[in-house]
């Protein structure tokens, strides 16, 4: 079997090693410009359109990660009918669980506020926040925002969740579709967006939706940039009406120096590292994925490229 692979900005040899472990009978080679010889699958992070138009010859085209909005920028290069399969978890849920729970604490315990104390050597203890008020809502229930759940589901938060199809889940108040939007984001305190970037869910939380939210709300985004109106954000956050935000994803990555995000105390910012693609995991569901495939088997991650996730 001869598997071409590409995945930009990373030393080649992390995933080579772990594919070469999980696939030892496969050959293997790192897909260089010029490089049209047949190929059985691709396995690929933002790879050059050059590497696979026209590569009918493919049996599925594997992506290095949860999110496919990079990889459908590609368009007509894509080519047709070849199945593109996307990492599914891999141990990405229990970091996402770990980031969202964390900053989820840090609000409701007012460690943000109690930070700034610190800094100004003042002790003076905060009433607590009314857990009951202090609901969380996440807009998307897929892989990720489930796992997100289940790490919250300890504490005891008002839970509502956002999808595109409905949902029933335990202990969650699901809503979904545009119709559902705006009830879900009124019972809102902490907004989580764990949502594929697509052209339905680009720009979705600007002012007006920001304005929905409970007064001094809270916003962690660990999804794209792209969902939030940055702007919009900024001068929500100096109104006040939004009381603080942590921030994983940008529209610009990394995150420009002049960018005025940095200056915003109440804005808290990561480099895109809530969830890191974890190697060995992926190349062994990769792996395990082709055998299934192989078998002629039905596999989960398959993005629907109709609906751009
Ligand atoms: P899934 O495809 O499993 O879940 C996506 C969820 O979003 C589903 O519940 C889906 O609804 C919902 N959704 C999609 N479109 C809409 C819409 N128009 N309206 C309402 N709901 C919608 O994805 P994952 O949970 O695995 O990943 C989510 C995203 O997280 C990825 O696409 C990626 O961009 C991001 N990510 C970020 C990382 C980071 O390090 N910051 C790391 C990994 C992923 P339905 O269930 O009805 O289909
Ligand atoms: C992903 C990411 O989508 O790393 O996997 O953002």
Known sequence: MNIIYY????????????????????????WQEGDDA?????????????????????????ILGAGVDAILQLGDALPANVPLIRVDDAGMGVQMAEYVS??????????????????????R??????????????????????RIIDGL??????????????????????????????AFLRAT??????????????????ATQLAKLKSGAYIINVARGGHIVEADLLSMVQSGHIAGATLDVFREEPLALTHPFWQEKRIRITPHISALTVRKESAKQIAEKIAALE???????????????
């Open 125 to 146: 203890p905060l009433p607590a926040y009314d857990k009951a008020e202090f609901s969380i809502g996440l807009l998307g229930l897929g892989v990720l925002g489930n």
């Open 7 to 30: 995945a930009a900005g990373v030393q080649p040899e992390i995933w080579l090693d772990a594919f070469h472990h999980y696939l030892p009978d496969a050959q293997i080679r790192r």
């Open 189 to 206: 305190q902490v907004l989580v967006l764990i949502l594929p970037l697509t052209t339905d869910t680009e720009n979705l939380i600007d």
């Open 102 to 123: 964390h900053a989820v604490l840090r609000y409701f315990r007012r460690f943000d506020e109690y930070e700034v104390q610190q800094n100004a050597q003042l002790w």
């Open 153 to 182: 589901r300890e504490f005891g938060f008002p839970l509502f969740g956002w999808s595109r199809s409905p949902k029933n889940i335990d202990g969650v108040s699901c809503y979904s579709g545009a119709d559902g939007l705006d």
């Open 295 to 309: 078998r002629g088997e039905v596999v989960v991650g398959v993005v629907d490229q109709s609906k751009g996730y």
């Open 38 to 62: 047949p190929a059985d699958y691709a396995l690929v992070w933002k790879p050059p359109a050059a590497m696979l138009r026209g590569r009918r010859d493919l049996k599925a085209i594997f």
